[in-house]
């Protein structure tokens, strides 16, 4: 059985369930009557909807606080909701305070590739108050083909150029969703031998990729420091540092590590990627909040990213958040089974010819 080797040039996974570098979370206001907050949706595979998860934010407690909560069709002529409610439910919103709402829905059969829109909306007279509903992965404002809507006064305005995510459909066994949640956070500093980062865990019957660099969202990194990135398994047993010079780092909050060996990283291995200090005061780990440790493990096809300490003898995770940053790998491996081997390398900026 012959193992076939690829080079992919970089193959990137965020660790956060996004594809661009803008982080942080923004939200659709319902601040009057007959308003809303929606965002767009396409299943990739068929399910049963029972229950929808969204993150809230209230500035001035709403009355009434009773909202409709559920799955709007799209408007294929005006590309707004179509003001029709598909399942529904209702969501009582606290007086103060951020969190995440849980609504239970009637049963909605989703349908692969059908669009959609998840529908928050309020009462039509008489309301009073202030509520952010999350619906946007990042602040960047441009580039952004899937927006988000408001509803003003029982009118849907245009899309924002920003992206819909931040809620997750529920099916009794599985969450879908665009994204995982981003609401910012910069971690204590951890100075060898103390380190704080990442667990990666690829699912079952996944072809190794090898891990050759990667980078993380960090704050305040400053002149005068050395930090690393060290690669661990389970044992703690060392697999690659990659070292970095504060001094040339302290406007590069995305800071780039380069390992100095590769590491192969196997399907249904637990594997840990982790910051710390070696000189001078190292810079802060950015993470991001997620509601629970299911939902972005299911948004990512299986991959398993918690944060994570290690204080030289044991690994503490942390289930509920999330490290900021990406991961670069630029081989996959399988075993080959049967057949002829054929695939192409695409040609990228670092292939010559002539």
């Not at 707004?80 to 103060?96: E, H, M, N």
């Amino acid at each position: 059985m012959a193992t076939i080797t690829i080079p992919t040039d970089k193959l990137v996974i965020p660790l956060d369930g996004f594809t661009t570098y803008s982080y942080g979370s923004a939200g659709q206001n319902i601040t009057a009557s007959n308003g809303g907050a929606a965002g767009y949706y396409v299943p990739p595979e068929n399910f049963t909807l029972t229950q929808i998860v969204f993150h809230y934010t209230v500035t001035t407690g709403p009355s009434p606080n009773t909202f409709d909560v559920g799955i709007q069709g799209l408007n294929a002529t005006t590309g707004l909701p179509d003001g029709t409610f598909q399942t529904s439910g209702t969501w009582t919103c606290p007086a103060s305070g951020s969190g995440f709402a849980t609504v239970n829905v009637t049963s909605l059969s989703m349908v692969k590739g059908t669009p959609y829109y998840f529908v928050v909306r309020n009462a039509t007279s008489g309301y009073t108050g202030s509520i952010q509903i999350t619906l946007m992965g990042s602040n960047k404002t441009t580039d952004r083909l899937i927006g988000t809507h408001a509803r003003n006064s029982g009118v849907w305005n245009n899309a924002s150029t920003r992206p819909s995510g931040n809620f997750w459909l529920y099916s009794g066994t599985k969450y879908y969703g665009n994204s995982c949640f981003t609401l910012s956070a910069s971690e204590t500093a951890r100075s060898s031998p103390n380190e704080i980062g990442t667990t990666f865990q690829l699912p079952a019957n996944h072809p190794t990729l090898t891990l050759r660099s990667c980078q993380f969202n960090l704050a305040t990194p400053n002149t005068g420091t050395v930090y690393e990135v060290r690669v661990r398994n389970a044992a703690g047993t060392l697999l690659a540092t990659a070292v970095v010079d504060g001094d040339f780092n302290t406007t590069a909050t995305l800071s780039y590590f380069e390992f100095d060996t590769p590491v192969d990283f196997v399907a249904g291995t637990k594997y840990y990627i982790m910051l710390t200090g070696i000189t001078g005061t190292p810079p802060l780990m950015r993470s991001c909040t997620q509601p629970n440790a299911q939902i972005p493990t299911d948004i990512r096809n299986g991959i398993i990213a918690n944060m994570v300490e290690y204080n030289g003898t044991t690994f503490t995770e942390t289930t509920t958040k999330i490290c900021q940053g990406y991961l670069l790998f630029d081989t996959i491996k399988y075993d080959q089974t049967g057949g002829t081997t054929i695939y192409s390398l695409p040609a990228g900026f670092n292939s010559f010819s002539g």
